[in-house]
């Protein structure tokens, strides 16, 4: 994101949290925690803590890759590919069904196949002096799902099949000769092919170092090995078979194609139970290219194999070189050097703390623990600040490593962890955080509203509504409370009840160059959901929702139902930074597992810093804190002039902290209106960003966010 000048008042602000917060830099210690120098980063992984599933990869590398079993001794690797793209899945169960020298009949069969929900593959193979396709799906965990899958399947395809039978396929597999060289196996291997017989070349491992075999067949039981090999000798009788180890590490080689017979790729099937694989690049420097993960480049290896009955794919990647995408994604190039290195510090911590979090990883590539996009995206100044810090890291008065959480923005007013987990953490105290100032891409500026948003607008007759920010410039002009005067830029704007264009939106009206409008929210910007989604990273609205839509909301998230209609939703408990404790609907307390988990329980709100807004109700608040609810009607507003009678619907009400909330008609919908982005735990980065353009250094950052820590250095 592009840097932003530092205004006075986030200057005198950071300047007044710097003196009463005392923070001085914190001092380096010698090491304690131990070092890792390599972390693990789970990509596709089948874990009851992260399920990120994947059939097979297709990976790249411009000087090609290695392919070998992990931690193989030779200088040779098994395997070295060329530039073009390959593709990797494990040798387990799947369904042949059909093979078939018209290739337009295999694509129709695939095409079918498809629309049933399967993975279709077409491989290609020389026959009898011709060439064939072979249409596979697969894998499945099991002969058992195989067989299901094959009983489900077969009718619906059976008209494209041309007579023949499927049939279940397996890891197990005859072999028709080993040999020293590639070259003598490809000739065996095309001798058998002459003959009818179908043949793969297969790497296999011997004494440690790689050979080249033929296999002939794949099973998946001994029973359906025997038949094959019974089969085999029919058509060639002194072919001398003999049963593949399954044991050992080994790899098939097929070739692959498009349902056109076009882009012919090279597929291994990776087999032996338990066995690790590793691809890395010839050359480091291009990385490797991940076609599943959007065509994303990982620096490091890949290593693959089989966890929890499904593969897995984990990245072996320097510390460093991880931070460098995580920095990078986490808070982005632009930022101000000082807030980088407090979220390098937070992100190397937080990665080793983590241990083997996954079994076979340490963290994920997502949210769940930290934003990983590989090396297409760092930003040079990230890469400076993870360099900067490296080895430093954050520990506990007992020298543990903290555990250094971290949100986009706090919204004011960092969590207390009794509010997000619902247990205190020592290190983990609310303090007010300088989040709203952020900038002009984000939300509106001074000088106008942002691009592509929307700014809600009190009209000269006094209605409110939404106007694209598009259509709007600020006149410079301010009323009595601070609030800007906007006028539109062109003629027959359109003013509408909320910020979408869509058909729930109907204009209310439409203003023209002259008129004043008063901006009540000119934080509002467009999101994704039109009407649904309006938000920046301080301040959002979500809604509006129809209390049915709510109360299906509730009911499918929550053990005990709330018996409808819903007629009341009212946030009923908070913690000390103001977040959402309890909310109760129809007076009963909806049960979450924890304080947090209200934002997934409403749809995925952007923090549990909220409020909720019922169309035609609202709250007044008097003397000696008494309140009264009430529901449409007239309000008595007393002025210098005396009391006037006005309507209540439609009304802008200014609270004491400077935040204006305009009080709804009778509509019947909800509002959700808040503040922040994330848990809100821990050090703010939109509050970093704005602490460190005020003078801040990242150990102050780091301090300030996390109470009475240590710096440490990791060798």
Request: glycine share 12%; with cysteine.
């Amino acid at each position: 994101m592009p840097s932003r000048r530092r205004t006075g008042l986030i200057a005198i602000l950071a300047a007044a949290l710097l003196f009463l917060s005392g923070a001085q830099p914190v001092p380096v210690r010698a090491a304690a925690p131990a070092a890792l120098a390599q972390l693990r980063v789970a990509l596709f992984i089948n874990s009851a803590k992260y399920k990120a599933l994947t059939a097979q990869v297709t990976v790249s590398n411009s000087q090609g890759l290695r392919l070998e079993p992990a931690g193989a001794s030779g200088t040779e690797p098994w395997i070295t590919t060329g530039s073009q793209p390959v593709e990797i899945s494990l040798d387990s169960y799947g369904i042949e069904w059909l093979r078939t020298a018209d290739l337009p009949a295999a694509a129709a069969l695939s095409e079918r196949l498809a629309s049933a929900g399967e993975q279709p593959e077409v491989y290609r193979r020389s026959l009898g002096g011709k060439t064939v396709y072979d249409v596979v799906t697969g894998p499945y965990g099991s002969q058992a799902a195989a067989e299901a899958a094959m009983a489900r399947l077969s009718g619906g395809v059976a008209g494209l099949l041309g007579g023949g039978r499927p049939a279940v396929t397996g890891p197990l597999h005859l072999s028709a000769g080993t040999y020293d060289t590639e070259a003598a196996a490809r000739q065996r291997q095309a001798e058998l092919a002459q003959a009818g017989i179908a043949a793969d070349l297969a790497v296999v491992g011997q004494a440690g170092l790689p050979a080249y075999a033929v296999w002939t067949a794949s099973a998946p039981d001994a029973a359906g090995l025997a038949a094959l090999q019974r089969d085999a000798r029919q058509k060639l009788p002194q072919l001398a078979l003999e049963p593949a180890d399954p044991a050992g590490p080994y790899l098939v080689e097929r070739d692959e194609v498009a349902a056109g017979g076009q882009g012919g790729l090279p597929h291994y099937f990776l087999g032996a139970a338990g066995a690790k694989w590793t691809i890395a690049p010839v050359d480091p420097a291009a990385g490797i290219a991940l076609k599943e993960k959007s065509g994303r480049i990982y620096r490091g290896s890949l290593e693959i194999g089989s966890y929890n009955g499904a593969m897995s794919v984990v990245n072996i990647v320097d510390l460093q070189a991880y931070l460098y995408s995580v920095v990078s994604k986490e808070m982005g190039g632009g930022w101000p050097p000082e807030a980088l290195k407090a979220q390098a510090v937070a992100a190397r911590t937080f990665a080793l703390r983590q241990g083997l979090k996954y079994g076979i990883a340490h963290v994920s590539d997502s949210t769940l623990d930290q934003v990983y996009t590989g090396m297409a995206e760092e930003a040079p100044d990230c890469v400076k600040a993870v360099d900067a810090t490296k080895g430093l890291v954050l520990v506990s008065a007992d020298g543990s490593l903290i555990e250094p959480v971290f949100s986009s923005n706090a919204g004011g007013m960092t969590a207390d962890p009794s509010e997000v987990w619902g247990n205190p953490v020592p290190y983990l105290k609310s303090v007010k955080s300088p989040d709203d100032d952020v900038p002009a891409a984000a939300a509106p500026a001074s000088t106008g509203p942002a691009s592509s948003g929307w700014v809600h607008v009190q009209l000269p007759d006094g209605r409110t509504g939404y106007v694209s920010a598009d259509y709007l410039k600020a006149t410079g002009d301010r009323n009595a409370a601070g609030r800007l005067y906007y006028e539109p830029t062109g003629t027959s704007v359109n003013v509408r009840p909320r910020p979408s264009t869509g058909s729930d939106s109907v204009p209310i009206g439409q203003v023209n160059p002259g008129d004043r409008l008063l901006a009540l929210d000119t934080q509002v910007a467009a999101g994704e959901g039109g009407s649904r989604s309006a938000s920046t990273p301080y301040s959002w609205i979500r809604g509006p929702y129809t209390a049915d839509q709510l109360l299906k909301m509730i009911n499918s998230s929550l053990d005990r139902p709330i018996a409808g209609p819903l007629v009341s939703l009212e946030v009923t408990g908070r913690g000390p930074s103001g977040r959402v404790t309890e909310i109760k609907a129809n007076g009963q307390p909806l049960k979450v597992a924890y304080p947090d988990a209200f934002r997934s329980l409403f749809g995925g709100l952007p923090s549990t810093l909220f409020e909720i807004e019922h169309g035609g109700s609202y709250t007044i608040l008097g003397a000696g804190r008494s309140s009264r609810s009430l529901s449409g009607g007239k309000l008595s507003v007393l002025s210098g002039k005396g009391p006037s009678e006005v309507s209540a619907a439609g009304l802008s009400v200014l609270s004491a902290d400077g935040q204006t909330r305009t009080l709804q008609p009778g509509t019947g919908e909800y509002f959700f209106r808040g503040r922040g982005s994330g848990h809100g735990l821990g050090m703010s980065q939109w509050g970093a960003r704005s602490l460190a353009e005020s003078g801040y250094g990242f150990e102050q950052i780091l301090q300030y966010y996390y109470s009475g820590v240590n710096l440490v250095k990791v060798d």
